[in-house]
């Protein structure tokens, strides 16, 4: 099979994170950036589908120059190629306009299985693949904790996981677009040799014009939500703090767990 | 006077508290939004109690889309009831509950109306120049102001706990009326085989009356020694964050939160967790909440009744011996 995974690059939000000067994302320099937690599922079970179909996964990611790492870090694990939506024009985009972009650069190829995350770490929307899906006129199916090939690869067994302990099992026609859910598999790490060869594989970058799509359709401009400014929240009555050393620290603790709150 | 519709999730009849969550969403709406009032749809088959729940609180209409292919949800049918809705009524808004099953189906429904899509938001204001949104990102570390541009409708979705559901203004006055729905032309895009328990939930932390709660920060499966350690001097459960779960350091049963189990014991110490909503929903009822964290800026805070900023790796340790000693 052929499939195509979408990542997206996030910052680590264990930094320490700082608002940019325009208030309206954060300061870029100095900040760790990672693959998002759920692509990197997306990306294990691409890769382990593509090894029992004797296939091969191309991932594709929307976003700065820096993405180019994410992309690395994936094609040593074992993509095949990859596409970088690169042009500054496709960033800044709520889920419609990323979805549109990345839906059309699937279309430029043929695959039968697309995957994505669930949701991204940082933005949070829960709907590009969705919405990718839409474009493709694919069925799809968020929150993937099991896909299970079924006769000659024309359609899978998908866990879709519910609230609170349930899962949903359906079957699926493909080509479909399946967005997958952080804990479904074990992604691997990347050899030495992986990391070698990856220098070698092919990182396409791609414009809205390469793929049809007019400036304004895709990212900041093609989008139906404007950021106004993004801080930190005010924090509500907040937590009683104990500080100094630790051993202080933890007997303060102690003594208000058993007199004013007394659980202990 | 603009049009706010609210898409209400009922199961077997019943309105989970995120449902009333959503109806005060689209009441405070449309109060702000010109005055008027909001109408309802209920999706489902069979759901006239449901139904009559809804139009107990104060709405303008509710609307019953009562189909067999309603009856489990996918979301060719949900889209294919609600895409001929939108686009006969052309409403400004639909709120929708933020869910497991409404993030399925609303950003594709957006995308086929061609609607605007302003998922899990935790409330608006009216400034200048319109509405301001508030939404988490981030994790919960920032929240993000934004605001809707264009023309056509937007779908909404409000995150659990933002809205009251005892803020519903009721006194209802409205019988529910029938939706017409043209499921022919709808393709089937799932075929539902069943439901299954998770893990069979071997566990259950709800009778628990203290826990110890583990996050990502522990590190490591060979880490959590300590943490037992603090569980047994306290005689506490221990549980995690769903990273530790995914990682293989604990069993599934250990889960606290949206996909896991929902707990609130009298004593819940986070060590390692960030406080991630989906973490939250799952524990934020617990009678006494304690966080460590290194991160002064963890959102877990903002929950918490008592917190120490510092290496849980040093602090537990020393707690246990505290509590010990203080146990006697
Ligand atoms: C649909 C969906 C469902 C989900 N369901 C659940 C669910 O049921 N339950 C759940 O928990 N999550 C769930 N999640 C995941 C959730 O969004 C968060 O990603 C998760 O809760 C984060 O877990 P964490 O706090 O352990 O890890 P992180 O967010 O990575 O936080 C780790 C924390 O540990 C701190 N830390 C690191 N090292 C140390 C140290 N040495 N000492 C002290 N502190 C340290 C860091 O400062 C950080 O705050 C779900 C996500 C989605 C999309
Ligand atoms: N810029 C991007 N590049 C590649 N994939 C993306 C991008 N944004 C979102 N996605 C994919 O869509 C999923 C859902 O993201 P979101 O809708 O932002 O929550 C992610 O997990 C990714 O798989």
Not at chain 1, 172 to 182: D, G, N, R
Not at chain 1, 227 to 254: H, N, R, W, Y
Not at chain 2, 211 to 231: C, N, S, T, Y
Request: hydrophobic share 45%.
């Amino acid at each position: 099979m052929r499939i195509a995974v979408c990542i997206k690059q996030v910052p680590n939000t264990e930094a320490r994170l700082r608002v940019s000067r325009d208030g309206k994302w954060l300061e870029e320099e100095d900040l760790p950036f990672v693959i998002n937690e759920s692509d990197s599922y997306a990306l294990e079970e691409g890769l382990k589908l593509a090894e029992k179909t004797g296939g091969e996964v191309v991932v594709f990611s929307l976003g700065p120059e820096r993405v180019k790492d994410a992309l690395l870090k994936a094609l040593a694990v074992g993509a095949a190629r990859a596409v970088h939506l690169a042009d500054p024009a496709f960033l800044g985009g709520d889920a419609l306009a990323t979805g549109r972009a990345l839906a059309a650069a699937v279309q430029r190829e043929s695959f039968d299985l697309v995957l994505t995350g669930s949701q991204s770490d940082d933005l949070r929307f829960g709907g590009t693949g969705s919405i990718l899906a839409g474009h493709l006129g694919w069925p799809h199916v968020w929150l993937v904790m099991g896909v299970e090939l079924e006769e000659g690869n024309r359609s899978a067994k998908v866990t879709r996981e519910m609230e609170s302990g349930v899962n949903e099992l359906s079957r699926v026609p493909l080509p479909a677009v399946l967005e997958i859910q952080a804990g479904i598999n074990h992604p691997r790490y990347a050899s030495l040799k992986g990391i070698m060869a990856a220098k070698k594989k092919e990182i396409a970058r791609v414009t809205p014009a390469d793929l049809g799509l007019d400036a304004a359709q895709v990212g900041a401009a093609g989008s139906r939500l404007e950021v106004v400014s993004v801080a930190f929240p005010e924090s509500g009555a907040g937590a009683q703090m104990f500080e100094g050393d630790v051993k202080t620290a933890v007997a303060a603790l102690v003594d208000k767990l058993r007199r004013e709150a007394r659980v202990l | 006077m603009a049009r706010i519709w609210v898409v209400v999730q009922q199961r077997e009849g019943q309105l989970p508290r995120i449902s009333w969550e959503a109806i005060a969403a689209a009441q405070k709406l449309a109060a702000s939004a010109g005055g008027g009032k909001a109408e309802a749809i209920v999706l489902g088959a069979g759901i006239g109690l449901a139904a009559a729940e809804v139009a107990k609180a104060d709405l303008a209409a509710v609307h019953v889309a009562d189909h067999e292919a309603l009856r489990a949800y996918t979301p060719g049918a949900y889209i294919g009831a609600l895409a001929a809705a939108i686009r006969d009524g052309k409403p400004d808004f639909v709120v929708f509950p933020h869910t497991y099953q409404s993030v399925d189906y609303v950003p594709r429904l957006a995308q086929e109306v061609g609607a605007g899509l302003l998922p899990e938001v935790t409330g608006f204001d009216s400034g200048e120049g319109g509405l301001v949104w508030t939404r988490p990102i981030l994790g919960g570390k920032l929240q993000s102001k934004v605001r809707v541009k264009g023309e056509g409708t937007v779908l909404v979705s409000v995150q659990s706990g933002a809205f009251p559901a005892d803020s519903v203004a009721k006194g209802g006055q409205v019988d529910p009326q029938p939706l017409a729905v043209d499921l022919a032309a709808v393709k089937p895009d799932r075929e539902i085989l069943g439901y299954e328990e998770v893990a069979g939930e071997k566990v259950d932390l709800t009778k628990a009356n203290s826990i110890v709660a583990v996050g990502r920060g522990v590190g490591g499966a060979d880490k959590l020694g300590p943490l037992e350690e603090l569980a047994k001097a306290l005689g506490a459960e221990i549980a995690a964050s769903r990273p530790v779960i995914d990682n293989g350091w604990l069993p599934r049963d250990r889960q606290i939160g949206s996909s896991g189990q929902t707990v609130a014991p009298r004593l819940y110490i986070a060590a390692g967790i960030s406080g991630a909503i989906q973490h939250l929903v799952g524990m934020k009822g617990s009678s006494v909440i304690v966080a460590i964290n290194k991160d002064p800026g963890a959102p877990i805070f903002n929950v918490a009744h008592y917190g120490i900023v510092g290496d849980l790796h040093e602090v537990v340790p020393a707690l246990t011996a505290a509590v010990r000693a203080a146990k006697g």
